[in-house]
């Protein structure tokens, strides 16, 4: 049995985990109750502990404080998701915890698990039960015992990952929709996941996913040739598919062929499988899963991986735009049309993200650098992008002001309140008061059969919703959308805005305008193209 490690073990042990998560990405994804399509937690854990994991593979022979730095690091920038971040921080707390350590015995590992909770909890506003949050403070509270009872790490990990699976197992219990669904909490799960792999790791059984097997390496091209501005599309994004009709792959080659460049498709009986390269990975991926289900999935931002690559090999700081004004803003959205709306209110930057694609806090940490602004206001527009956007204010000179916009209504509203000449205080007040006047309204599809708030729901339907709560279903788009006007016109709301999908055709969302203005003739209904990808209708009601 192990009673220490040092950098080399704790490196093995993280890139082990990663490799378990990316594994059993899929299975997290799957635990998700609400049927939305959504930035799943399977894959925005495997993402952010991956970024962690591959910095580490190139990092010869670290001590165990440099190990520790190099994965916190680098899963604080390419946390993605509210799971990514809160995993980044659980192991931000472990290497405050191992900072100056040679190696570490059962009673500081167990120090470290619980600085790592301490970490998780002190940022999340209403922590949670029935969370990962629950299943590391057990656990952490469990190693502590056991290090007092013996000092070995890996009795240590060994108690931790029992205690972890008795509270994930709780979390049904702890939380109704959990409970209704029949399943585990899927960060809590994610979080096991992990303890298991590392435990694994330290047996010397290390876990290794098929994408991160070594390949022989050799000398590269100088990156520093050409700008990345000179990258014309973004985002190389591959997938495989597990076929599930007999739609022809045909029609998808065209599809993604308008989209970007650099397409491979390659299908046989059982599967397709795409490499492209496209400004637009959510619709890329919206029109392949009408081919059947993922088998997997992986998007890389290419102009950023340029970059980190000239400044790795350049050895400089990235450009931070010098302040020429008080105040600037950054805004997340998915679509042209949508980000047209915002830059014509007055936004500097645009990162293209949302509900499927959830920026990392890298993403919307360059973002706010290219603002030439002393402050910068963040819209993420999203509740699952909140938490990442709320880290980069500690990895710039800048003062970075989040305001927890969770749909782009609300984003556009806030806006709307913003005074550039005003003050930060003032603004923040104008702009946070402001996301309660408006309601926001959306139409999407069921991405997984489900039982939900008393709606049987079956892939594919159409899915209303209301805020937050799911406001009904259908598989005829128009009586959720008369559903919706009719709750608009009984509200007494004067002003409608209705921005429509990329999937939607001018004509058939100018029917559903008309609808809203016969059915709310008081109000004043508008219509714009917002572009966005997965979801039909965005509708905000003042």
């Not at 500081?108 to 600085?115: G, K, P």
């Not at 205690?163 to 939380?175: D, H, I, S």
């Not at 959510?282 to 992986?298: N, P």
């Not at 735009?321 to 500097?348: I, Q, R, W, Y």
Request: hydrophobic share 40%; glycine share 6%.
């Amino acid at each position: 049995m192990r009673q220490t490690i040092n950098g080399a073990d704790l490196r093995r042990m993280i890139i082990s985990a990663a490799a378990a998560i990316e594994i059993n990405k899929q299975a997290l994804n799957e635990l998700n109750v609400f049927p939305v399509p959504d930035g799943d937690t399977g894959t925005n854990m495997s993402m952010t502990i991956n970024a962690a994991a591959g910095d580490l593979r190139k990092t010869e022979d670290p001590d165990i404080t440099t190990a520790s730095k190099v994965a916190a690091s680098a899963m604080l920038r390419g946390a993605r998701g509210n799971s990514g971040v809160i995993l980044s921080l659980l192991f931000r707390g472990l290497s405050k915890a191992l900072k100056g350590c040679e190696v570490c015995d059962g009673v500081l590992w167990a120090q470290a698990l619980q600085e790592g909770v301490d970490a998780a909890y002190k940022a999340v506003m209403k922590p949670a039960e029935g969370t990962i949050l629950t299943v590391a403070r057990l656990a952490a509270a469990k190693a502590a015992d056991a290090a007092a009872e013996n000092n070995y790490i890996e009795f240590v990990q060994e108690a931790a990952i029992e205690e972890a699976k008795v509270a994930l197992e709780n979390t049904t219990n702890q939380n109704p929709v959990l409970k209704k669904a029949g399943v585990v909490d899927a960060g809590g799960k994610g979080w096991v996941v992990a303890l298991e792999a590392m435990l694994s790791a330290l047996r010397g059984e290390d876990v290794v996913a098929p994408e991160a097997e070594a390949t022989p390496t050799k000398d590269s091209a100088d990156f520093s040739d050409f700008n990345t501005e000179d990258i014309t599309f973004a985002y190389c994004t591959e997938f495989i598919i597990s076929r599930e009709n007999d739609k022809d792959p045909e029609k998808l080659r065209e599809f993604l062929s308008s989209l970007g460049d650099s397409l491979v498709l390659v299908e046989d009986e059982e599967i397709i499988k795409v490499h492209v390269h496209t400004n637009d990975p959510g619709k890329a991926l919206h029109e392949a899963i009408d081919y059947g289900s993922f088998v997997t999935v992986k998007i890389e931002n290419m102009r950023l991986q340029h970059t980190e690559k000239v400044l790795s090999e350049q050895e400089i700081a990235p450009k931070i735009a010098e302040p020429e004004k008080p105040l600037g803003v950054v805004s997340v959205c998915a679509g042209e049309g949508l980000a047209d709306v915002f830059l014509n209110l007055g936004v500097d930057q645009i990162i293209s993200g949302g509900q499927t694609m959830n920026p990392s806090t890298q993403d919307i940490l360059e973002a706010v650098n290219k603002v030439p602004a002393e402050t910068v206001f963040v819209l993420p527009n999203n509740k699952n992008i909140i938490m990442a956007a709320q880290q980069v204010d500690a990895l710039t000179p800048k003062t970075v002001v989040v305001i927890p916009s969770k749909t782009v209504p609300q984003g556009v509203t806030a806006m709307l309140s913003f005074n550039p000449e005003g003050s930060t205080e003032e603004n923040i007040t104008a702009l946070t008061d402001a996301l309660g006047n408006v309601d926001t309204m959306q139409i999407t599809y069921a991405a997984r059969n489900s039982d939900f708030d008393g709606y049987d729901i079956h892939e594919g339907d159409y899915l209303a919703l209301y805020g937050s709560q799911l406001f009904g279903t259908s598989q005829d788009i128009k009586v959720l959308l008369r559903s919706l006007a009719e709750k608009v016109r009984d509200d007494n709301r004067e002003y409608i805005t209705i921005y429509y999908g990329a999937d939607v055709k001018e004509k058939h969302a100018q029917k559903a305008a008309d609808l809203f203005a016969d059915i709310c003739p008081d109000a004043d209904v508008n219509l714009i193209n917002g572009g966005q990808p997965v979801y039909y209708y965005l509708i905000s009601a003042e």
